[in-house]
């Protein structure tokens, strides 16, 4: 199980988007977040070759962000299970990370065999990167 966004624990660097301007200023090998409703996001992020997770609330959206190359998806806790089915069962190359706000779930959710978990709420915004840097 990955986690991702936890303060104790180390792993890639993920920047939450909502523009080009913002994916052009992420740092190399960063993996940028947004919404699956752009796009314009997804097909820049394809022809760049930019690492890319959306954030999606329906099972449609599910498959279509493993159809586009997403790296990962994003759910919620009631979409998770039936996320992470579809993808064992279509050996998805995308991950399945469902959003907590505590580490209090962690254990039910790697019990269900949810590839990872990620608290989006510590994931940075590429506008506060830019704050921080000045």
Known sequence: MQIIGHK??????????????QIRQTPP???????????????FCKQNNVKFGLI?????????????????????????????K????YLFDMKIFVNIKDDDTL????LDGIDGVIFLENISTQEELQCVSL
């Open 107 to 110: 254990e039910k959710f790697a």
């Open 86 to 89: 579809i993808a064992n069962e």
């Open 29 to 43: 090998n960063s993996y940028v977040i947004f919404t699956f409703t752009s796009k314009e996001l997804i097909d």
């Open 56 to 84: 999606v609330s329906t099972l449609k959206e599910v498959i279509f962000a493993n159809i586009h190359g997403a790296s990962f998806v994003i759910v919620d806790q009631f979409l998770c299970n039936d996320a992470q």
């Open 8 to 21: 104790e624990v180390s792993s890639f660097t993920c920047i939450k988007v909502a523009t080009i301007t």
